[in-house]
Nanobody, 124 residues
Framework: QVQLVESGGGLVQAGGSLRLSCAAS????????MAWFRQAPGKERDFVAA????????YYADSVKGRFTISRDNFKNTVYLQMNSMKFEDTAVYYC?????????????????WGQGTQVTVSS
């Protein structure tokens, strides 16, 4: 099993940047596809970005493409989400998710493990 802990959230002005981190415990992290989802108040949890176990393939929601970058460091058991040119509509709780021995997916139910979430607030 893997436990996921997000960090790096906070308050940022529109146009600014934040980098989220997701630290994973467990020795099989490198076998997991990883993803970031986000959930704004009153809305469903939406896909943001995903990355393959090797880091060689990445996928993004259209709303963040060109602004956000997902990456991973399997030696540090950590996945990152670099968020640039942030917009007010990026405000949400951001969740890290892991899918063992699977390809990256945009579907929530493909992920078995979830972090507790970190709040990101963008002021306009």
């Amino acid at each position: 099993q893997v436990q996921l802990v997000e960090s790096g959230g906070g308050l940022v002005q529109a146009g600014g940047s934040l980098r989220l981190s997701c630290a994973a415990s467990g020795r099989t992290f490198s076998n997991y596809a990883m993803a970031w989802f986000r959930q704004a108040p009153g809305k469903e949890r939406d896909f943001v970005a995903a990355i393959s176990w090797s880091g060689g393939s990445t996928y993004y929601a259209d709303s963040v493409k060109g602004r956000f970058t997902i990456s991973r460091d399997n030696f540090k058991n950590t996945v990152y989400l670099q968020m640039n040119s942030m917009k007010f509509e990026d405000t949400a709780v951001y969740y890290c998710a892991g899918a063992p021995f699977r390809r990256p997916s945009q579907l929530r139910n493909e992920y078995d493990y979830w972090g507790q979430g970190t709040q990101v607030t963008v002021s306009s």
